[in-house]
């Protein structure tokens, strides 16, 4: 048994090293209008690099327009400044795009 759940995950996961290498989840969220991010770790750094990343793209590259984060306000507080700055640029750049 064991060995099938060993080949499993190294059949099918992928090695996230870089931004472009979350374009295989962007790519499974389609037209999805909801994304849940799940983790099990609660705190470590490296989750919370994925999930800012992914968020980024989800906002700049899919067009999403709230993000809910389950986490602690100090870990959560610069998610919560790129998320409100990205945003902004968006709206601004679409005010400029449509004269």
């Known amino acids: 048994m064991e060995n099938k759940v060993v080949k499993a995950i190294e059949n099918y996961s992928v090695p996230l090293t870089s931004p472009v290498?979350?374009?295989?989840?962007e790519e499974g969220v389609g037209e999805a209008?909801?994304?849940l991010l799940g983790e099990a770790s609660h705190g470590t750094?490296?989750?919370?690099?994925?999930?800012?990343?992914?968020?980024?793209?989800?906002?700049t590259e899919k067009n999403f327009t709230f993000v809910a984060v389950e986490g602690d306000l100090?870990?959560?507080?610069e998610q919560v400044r790129m998320t409100k700055y990205?945003?902004?640029?968006?709206?601004?750049?679409?005010?400029?795009?449509?004269?």
């Open 45 to 59: 750094s490296e989750f919370y690099t994925v999930r800012a990343e992914l968020t980024k793209k989800l906002i």
């Open 21 to 25: 290498d979350l374009d295989i989840l």
């Open 86 to 99: 990205l945003f902004l640029t968006r709206k601004i750049k679409r005010s400029f795009s449509s004269e």
């Open 33 to 35: 209008k909801f994304v």
């Open 74 to 77: 100090p870990a959560c507080i």
